[in-house]
């Protein structure tokens, strides 16, 4: 077990945790968004900061991505992280500035609206999409590509996502909206990912319910694949 | 070549190489660094071979490719020993008269030689020459006596006797201890203690250990590592083993930019050489050691020279930063620890072994030893690959080595660092050079990257085009990094356009804030120098550019107009045929107007008069 301190009381992690997760154990509130329990830190948001102190040196630094370590000092409320992250915030906002649960979030920090004019495309690179599809759905059917402002999310080579099986968790997670699935007549379409996939219908109400690209992709990945008829019923007519 | 099995050897074939070297009578070097080899180098070259050959001197001249010699704009650079008498800017039809002249009949050719922009003084020898008269070659002065795809020439200079003296004399905390007695602080920019770097490395509780060049060399207009790699190769190759036995390392990699073609090229000869002779491998040198060297190329991107991206890189991944709570030096490539070195750095271990740490810190001042390697560029008389002892007060490099500023301007700014660093004005030019002081100030030494800028340089717009850099070259995870470089390149280019506001400055600066405290890696950590260190000194041109929409260096094309003086112009017309916009207007005879409207500013009017009578408002 490790003993660390955060505002001025004592916790115990488990090794492999990080600040923010034993935060959040506890009860204490550190703004988030590219973290998500499920997934591996990314440190991207650049949200999550905190001054720690380690050996006598104190840094500003990213909760999300700093392991829990014996003795360190965490501090989650000083005019410095307080100053870092409402400024990140508003950077944030400037990116998604209509995304209902930016406006929240930034509001929660007191923030109602950005000196900058709106530059983005309502994506904020959170990356969390890219990492639900590579380590929850195993699909690995986007990355990111290109540097800087030219950064984004794209299916490789930009052409058309051709291991997305349509399962629609990136569009479940996303945090603006910015990924959309249309349904239209028996296709799926993810327009962002250039994506189309048939459709299977359910043999008793009729209902378009699971791409064919998702059924072969969980046979082929399951170790006891269920009964070869399983994907004929919906789940509701299961 | 059978592989050479004890340090005697080693001896032995030294012994034998110098002795026929010896036996010619004088030696012709050409410079065919990247520099010289844009400027017809190889044609002299191949030239200076057939004139030999067809004058029967090949048994008494031996003739030698070396690499860069650092004064690349005066290349391709040839001299001849002994006598040292350097000849500037060579070309294949001079071959036959230099061949002539100098080699059998021993007189010097003036036209070729060296002549100072200012003075008009020649000089015939190459260490006469202000330019490097004022340096303290250590590291980069044995690339003119050296081919760097001959091993021959490598050890006749003395090479792998730091290394033979290393494996039979020395146990690895001895190393380490010299290396920290020198104080040697790494090249690549951090200045951070070698020695305490390798210290921690070694003490790793790990078996498998590496270590590592980083020659990814990204910043624009830098070529110190490129000139080292492909001028002395075996010198890094040799640095690295003395690390990497120190360390306890039996692997190690070159990072080396994509884009470097020579250096590869020599790098891959001199690791074939060092193997065949037993000088990389299973048991070099019969001591036991055992050590291999792969060259990795880089990705291409500048960002990629970051220490945690450059090993994520080496293992394969996308060369991004990640977080190093834990050091890279304990936890680096696949989590084994992992030392890595600029190349200047690992350049400075072989001579630190031979000449002893004593030798070694007499050079610098009392925290900085050694000398640094920087390209000299801008608007400066000498421009090139110069070293110097660290603490020289900037006014010497420019003015006494860079020969001062051309065409009698005034000096306004000299930036230092690469991209990241700041510009520091004239009030500052007593500064000692090294990486504590120039830090202090709000620049830094960055790998080695010096720019001179004169009074006719807008210091908003030199901000601008740093940030354009850096918005680019940022990987862009960091929303701060991201957006903070791309935000102030946008206010910078409003200013330059016109269209500053009173409160750009303040978000100017919490931009900067934000950016260098909330980013991940040291680029988001530094990008804001450049901005912060021209409001620093220069805060009255951003002034200048918001409130009077006026650029006072007169380069921001929005806030400038050209006319033409009415009393100087005599209506000869020049201008008005070379305009590309035809905004020029009037009677041929009669003084000319120009048109603001369709005038873009290209500045070409007022190159093309004689009599001055184009002005800049
Ligand atoms: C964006 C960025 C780019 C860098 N590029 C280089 C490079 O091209 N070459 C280099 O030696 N160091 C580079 N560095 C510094 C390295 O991270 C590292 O500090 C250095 O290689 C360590 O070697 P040294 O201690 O010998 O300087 C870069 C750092 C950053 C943040
Ligand atoms: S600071 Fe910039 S370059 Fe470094 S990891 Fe963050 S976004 Fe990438
Ligand atoms: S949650 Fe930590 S950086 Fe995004």
């Given at each position: 077990m490790i003993t660390l301190w955060i505002d001025d009381k004592q916790y115990e992690a488990a090794e492999g945790r990080t600040i923010l997760q034993v935060a959040l154990d506890n009860g204490i509130q550190i703004p988030h968004l590219c973290y998500h329990e499920n997934l591996s830190s990314f440190g991207g948001c650049r949200l999550c900061q905190v001054e720690v102190t380690r050996d006598n040196k104190t840094v500003l630094t990213t909760s999300c991505t700093y392991p829990a370590m014996d003795g360190i000092i965490v501090r989650t409320d000083t005019p410095k992280v307080k100053k870092a992250r409402r400024f990140v915030m508003e950077l944030l906002l400037s990116l998604a500035p209509d995304a209902p649960k930016i406006q929240d979030l930034a509001q929660e920090m007191g923030i109602v609206a950005t000196r900058f004019t709106p530059a983005g495309d309502n994506c904020i690179r959170c990356g969390l999409c890219v990492r639900a599809c590579d380590e929850l759905v195993g699909a690995h059917a986007i990355t990111f590509a290109h540097r800087g402002a030219q950064r984004m999310v794209e299916p490789p080579f930009a052409e058309e996502a051709e291991n997305c099986i349509g399962c629609g968790t990136c569009v479940q997670i996303c945090p603006t909206g910015f990924i959309s699935m249309e349904e239209q007549g028996m296709e799926r379409k993810i327009g962002k990912w250039k994506r189309t996939l048939k459709m299977k219908a359910c043999a008793k109400c009729g209902r378009p319910f699971i791409s064919f690209a998702e059924i072969a992709f969980i046979m082929d990945k399951v170790k006891n694949p269920p009964p070869a008829d399983w994907f004929d019923y919906c789940s509701d007519c299961r | 070549m059978h592989r050479l099995t004890s340090v005697e050897e080693l001896e032995k074939i030294r012994k034998i190489t110098l002795e026929e070297k010896s036996k010619k009578s004088s030696c012709l070097t050409v410079c065919l660094g990247t520099g010289c080899q844009a400027y017809a180098g190889q044609r002299v070259y191949e030239t200076l071979k057939k004139e030999i050959t067809s004058h029967n001197l090949t048994a008494e001249i031996e003739l030698k490719a070396t690499g860069c010699r650092g004064f690349c704009e005066q290349g391709p650079i040839l001299v001849l020993y002994p006598g040292e008498i350097c000849y500037c800017r060579v070309q294949p039809e001079n071959v036959p008269d230099i061949i002539k002249t100098t080699v059998i009949e021993n007189r010097i050719i003036e036209d070729l030689l060296y002549q100072d922009p200012v003075t008009g003084q020649r000089f015939i020898k190459e260490s006469e020459i202000p330019f490097y008269r004022n340096q303290s070659r250590i590291i980069l002065g044995a690339n003119r006596f050296i081919n760097p795809q001959d091993l021959g020439d490598y050890l006749a200079q003395g090479g792998y006797r730091a290394l033979a003296k290393?494996?039979?004399?020395?146990?690895?905390?001895?190393?380490?201890?010299?290396?920290?007695?020198?104080?040697?602080?790494?090249?690549?920019?951090?200045?951070?203690?070698?020695?305490?770097?390798?210290?921690?490395?070694?003490?790793?509780?790990?078996?498998?250990?590496?270590?590592?060049?980083?020659?990814?060399?990204?910043?624009?207009?830098?070529?110190?590592?490129?000139?080292?790699?492909?001028?002395?190769?075996?010198?890094?190759?040799?640095?690295?083993?003395?690390?990497?036995?120190?360390?306890?390392?039996?692997?190690?990699?070159?990072?080396?930019?994509?884009?470097?073609?020579?250096?590869?090229?020599?790098?891959?000869?001199?690791?074939?050489?060092?193997?065949?002779?037993?000088?990389?491998?299973?048991?070099?040198?019969?001591?036991?050691?055992?050590?291999?060297?792969?060259?990795?190329?880089?990705?291409?991107?500048?960002?990629?020279?970051?220490?945690?991206?450059?090993?994520?890189?080496?293992?394969?991944?996308?060369?991004?930063?990640?977080?190093?709570?834990?050091?890279?030096?304990?936890?680096?490539?696949?989590?084994?620890?992992?030392?890595?070195?600029?190349?200047?750095?690992?350049?400075?271990?072989?001579?630190?072994?031979?000449?002893?740490?004593?030798?070694?810190?007499?050079?610098?001042?009392?925290?900085?030893?050694?000398?640094?390697?920087?390209?000299?560029?801008?608007?400066?008389?000498?421009?090139?690959?110069?070293?110097?002892?660290?603490?020289?007060?900037?006014?010497?490099?420019?003015?006494?080595?860079?020969?001062?500023?051309?065409?009698?301007?005034?000096?306004?700014?000299?930036?230092?660092?690469?991209?990241?660093?700041?510009?520091?004005?004239?009030?500052?030019?007593?500064?000692?050079?090294?990486?504590?002081?120039?830090?202090?100030?709000?620049?830094?030494?960055?790998?080695?990257?010096?720019?001179?800028?004169?009074?006719?340089?807008?210091?908003?717009?030199?901000?601008?085009?740093?940030?354009?850099?850096?918005?680019?070259?940022?990987?862009?995870?960091?929303?701060?990094?991201?957006?903070?470089?791309?935000?102030?390149?946008?206010?910078?280019?409003?200013?330059?356009?016109?269209?500053?506001?009173?409160?750009?400055?303040?978000?100017?600066?919490?931009?900067?804030?934000?950016?260098?405290?909330?980013?991940?890696?040291?680029?988001?950590?530094?990008?804001?120098?450049?901005?912060?260190?021209?409001?620093?000194?220069?805060?009255?041109?951003?002034?200048?550019?918001?409130?009077?929409?006026?650029?006072?260096?007169?380069?921001c094309k929005a806030l400038i107009q050209y006319t033409i003086d009415q009393e100087k112009c005599n209506g000869c017309g020049r201008c008005r045929n070379l305009c590309p916009q035809k905004a020029i207007e009037g009677e041929k005879g009669s003084p000319l107007t120009i048109n603001a409207q369709s005038c873009i500013r290209c500045g070409i009017c007022r190159e093309a008069c004689r009599f001055e009578a184009v002005i800049v408002r």
């Open positions: - | 290393t494996l039979e004399e020395m146990t690895p905390e001895q190393v380490i201890a010299e290396i920290e007695k020198a104080n040697l602080r790494g090249r690549g920019g951090g200045g951070f203690p070698a020695g305490l770097k390798w210290e921690t490395t070694r003490r790793a509780p790990a078996k498998k250990k590496y270590v590592i060049v980083n020659a990814d060399e990204g910043d624009p207009g830098a070529y110190m590592d490129r000139s080292l790699l492909e001028g002395n190769p075996h010198l890094i190759l040799e640095g690295l083993s003395i690390g990497a036995y120190a360390i306890g390392a039996d692997e190690g990699f070159i990072y080396l930019r994509q884009e470097y073609p020579l250096p590869l090229e020599n790098l891959s000869i001199a690791i074939k050489q060092a193997e065949e002779y037993g000088l990389l491998g299973t048991n070099i040198l019969g001591t036991g050691f055992n050590f291999s060297v792969k060259i990795k190329r880089g990705a291409g991107a500048f960002v990629s020279g970051e220490s945690s991206a450059l090993m994520s890189a080496i293992e394969g991944k996308i060369g991004e930063p990640r977080p190093k709570h834990i050091n890279t030096a304990l936890s680096g490539i696949n989590g084994k620890p992992s030392n890595l070195n600029n190349v200047e750095t690992w350049a400075n271990v072989p001579i630190i072994i031979e000449k002893g740490a004593e030798w070694y810190t007499h050079i610098g001042n009392a925290t900085n030893k050694g000398t640094k390697i920087f390209s000299l560029v801008g608007k400066v008389n000498n421009t090139g690959l110069i070293e110097v002892p660290m603490g020289i007060p900037l006014k010497k490099i420019i003015f006494d080595l860079g020969g001062g500023i051309p065409g009698g301007k005034k000096f306004k700014a000299v930036q230092t660092g690469g991209p990241s660093g700041g510009c520091l004005p004239q009030h500052h030019l007593d500064t000692p050079v090294d990486f504590d002081h120039l830090h202090e100030l709000g620049s830094m030494m960055g790998s080695g990257g010096m720019i001179v800028m004169d009074e006719e340089t807008c210091m908003v717009d030199v901000a601008k085009y740093f940030m354009h850099f850096l918005k680019d070259e940022s990987c862009g995870k960091c929303v701060s990094c991201r957006e903070g470089t791309r935000k102030m390149y946008e206010i910078l280019e409003a200013i330059t356009l016109g269209q500053g506001k009173e409160e750009d400055i303040p978000l100017l600066e919490e931009l900067a804030w934000v950016t260098s405290n909330t980013s991940l890696c040291a680029l988001g950590r530094t990008a804001s120098n450049p901005v912060l260190s021209t409001l620093k000194y220069f805060r009255d041109e951003y002034e200048a550019h918001i409130r009077e929409k006026r650029c006072p260096a007169k380069v």
